[in-house]
């Protein structure tokens, strides 16, 4: 099927710590791989993207690598900030046909 | 500036009422959808919308209904057939001609029924 799983949250992490959130899909054919972040009562704004295997997608500090091999797509950032608090997506995307994940809400303290 | 308007912000509606969420983009996109939100459920697709006059379910259109007349607007009712209304409701954007090319929100509706 097609399907994405992301790392159960919350996460908290203090500011200038190095963040990870895991996320992995499942996919027939060259899925497109997201991620997007959602402010509280705002809607999801792309942060970064992937389309084919081994490339690495890039933000605002954030990266992540699509991994074929491991069918992963792993958001990365080696120091968060207060302001980087927020509710994040990870996606993927066949034509257009979208597939998120649940969330993973980060709260970053000072 | 291109975008996604959605109006309300903030709707509040009685059980038993149907009520119409706006969508408008002015990004020239031919596809569109509408998507729910819910604490600790990600996003469920309700409609989406390929072309103009054109539409599809998604995962969870019961008691939902959609129409596409022009590209730039793609209005979402909510019945009274919907049983548990209450929700944010999230519309998007895509350009169908780009390959896997990334959806664009607005800043969602968020309705309460009583």
């Known amino acids: 099927g097609n399907s994405v799983t992301q790392m159960e949250g919350p996460v908290t992490l203090s500011e200038e710590a190095f963040l990870t959130i895991n996320c992995t899909y499942t996919?027939?054919?060259?899925?497109?791989l997201f991620w997007y972040v959602q402010y509280p009562g705002e809607g999801l704004q792309l942060l970064l993207k992937?389309?084919?295997?081994?490339d690495k997608g890039s933000n605002k500090g954030f990266e992540a690598t699509y991994r074929k091999e491991t069918t992963s797509f792993h958001l990365e950032k080696g120091s968060v900030q207060v302001s980087d608090s927020a509710v994040y997506f990870c996606?993927?995307?066949?034509?257009?046909?979208?597939?998120f994940g649940t969330g993973t809400s980060l709260t970053v303290i000072p | 500036d291109g975008g996604i308007t959605q109006s309300p912000k903030y709707l509040f509606r009685k059980e038993g009422q149907n009520v119409t969420l706006s969508c408008e983009q002015n990004?020239?996109?031919?596809?569109m959808y509408w998507y729910r939100q819910d604490p600790g459920q990600g996003l469920r697709l309700i409609y989406y919308?390929?072309?103009?006059?054109?539409?599809q379910k998604g995962d969870i259109a019961e008691g939902y209904s959609v129409s596409r007349e022009k590209k730039e607007s793609f209005p979402l009712t909510v019945t009274s057939a919907q049983k548990n209304p209450t929700a944010f409701y999230l519309c998007?954007?895509?350009?169908?001609?780009?390959?896997?090319?990334?959806?664009?929100f607005g800043n969602g509706t968020r309705l309460t029924v009583t």
């Open positions: 990004l020239n996109h031919d596809a």
């Open positions: 996606a993927r995307a066949t034509g257009n046909q979208f597939y």
């Open positions: 998007a954007s895509s350009a169908r001609d780009s390959y896997n090319s990334p959806l664009h």
């Open positions: 996919a027939t054919g060259y899925p497109s």
């Open positions: 992937a389309t084919k295997a081994d």
């Open positions: 919308s390929q072309i103009v006059n054109d539409f």
